[in-house]
């Protein structure tokens, strides 16, 4: 027990950060790249598939085969159910949305996912936080809200659309989590991107969108294949992450991502970093701080609480 806390303590927010910190590139990148292609939806499927494809051969290097051999009917439902509601129609939401609005009120909105993930995960996954680590969480939104020209949230189509795709993806994130008890985080996120993306492409074949792959220019395929290397970058440090550590600690230091995005509009886009904005970098330092610094206690109450199995699984 007091080696897998330690390695919870060491690994997960490491992989946490850095899923933050490619989470928070790509949505600066994805806003260009989605706009750049046009169709949010033909992207969407488009990039799903190239990461789908390489977690395929991921899986097969790692001789996964005989784990899916392994599989029984309920963790097989499980993996179904992660890739419809977190690998398919949460991306559709989100990138049609994205192109409705900026980068920077979409980050805020998804980054509101530990939120979604607090008020599941504490019921259904037993876990808690100490009250430092509720005080680090302010901090770190504060962080957010202070930097690089966010001007309030417009309540249109698309928020609400990337709303909805936040909070799919937070139900993901407590099926994941229980998921991952028993299974490799390499194949949870292979089942979550290759049957999402099988999705996402019968949904493109459906509407006859797939005759826009074939007229993409060089430009919007390297657009593509970017974006395609980050969230693979971002799904397997974010699954290995959600494995080794509880779903609410994990969720919280995704939050930064929103600062990555900020801090990168404020540096091509607006062009200006003011002492406001070095405040939230401090800010946001400190909160980081509170949340890792005091996780030993959150652990100690997870793992001294088994999590409650949602019974229809």
């Known amino acids: 027990m007091g080696g897998m806390k330690h390695s919870t303590l060491f690994y997960a927010p490491v992989l946490a950060l850095t899923a933050a910190v490619i989470s928070g590139t790509a ?20 990039k799903n ?18 784990e899916i051999k392994s599989l029984n009917k309920k963790q097989a439902l499980k993996l179904l159910i992660i890739g419809i509601i ?15 609005t900026s980068a920077i009120n979409a980050s805020l909105i998804h980054k509101t996912l530990f939120v979604w993930v607090l008020l599941l995960g504490i019921p259904f996954l037993k876990e808690r936080l100490t009250k430092l680590q509720w005080l680090g969480i302010a ?10 020209g966010f001007k309030g949230f417009k309540y249109n189509t698309g928020e609400l659309m990337i709303l909805g795709a936040t909070v799919l993806w937070a139900v993901e994130n407590v099926i994941a989590k229980i998921t991952l008890r028993d299974l490799s985080s390499t194949l949870v996120v292979g089942a979550r991107m290759i049957i999402g993306s099988l999705v996402l492409l019968l949904f493109v074949v459906g509407r006859g969108g ?29 699954y290995t992450a959600l494995k080794h550590a509880p779903a609410t600690y994990v969720a919280t230091l995704l939050v930064p991502a929103t600062l990555v995005t900020n801090i990168l509009s404020a540096v091509f886009v607006t062009h200006a970093f003011s002492g406001k904005q070095a405040f939230s970098v401090a800010l946001f330092l400190i909160g ?7 996780a030993r206690k959150t652990v100690e109450q997870t793992t001294a609480t088994p999590p409650l199995e949602l019974k229809r699984f």
Not at 27 to 36: D, E, G, H
């Open 27 to 46: 949505n600066f990148l994805t806003k260009v790249a989605v706009t750049a292609v046009r169709d949010p939806i033909v992207f969407t499927a488009l």
């Open 210 to 238: 797939a005759s826009a792959v074939y007229v993409l220019n060089f430009q919007q395929w390297g657009w593509t294949i970017l974006t395609s290397a980050l969230l693979l970058g971002y799904v397997l440090t974010w």
């Open 139 to 148: 901090a770190i939104f504060g962080a957010n809200l202070m930097v690089g």
């Open 288 to 294: 980081v701080v509170l949340v890792i610094l005091f």
């Open 86 to 100: 977190g690998g398919s129609l949460p991306f559709a939401l989100f990138f049609s949305g994205l192109i409705q």
């Open 49 to 66: 598939v190239i990461v789908a494809l390489f977690l395929v051969g991921i899986i097969l290097a790692l001789k996964k085969w005989r």
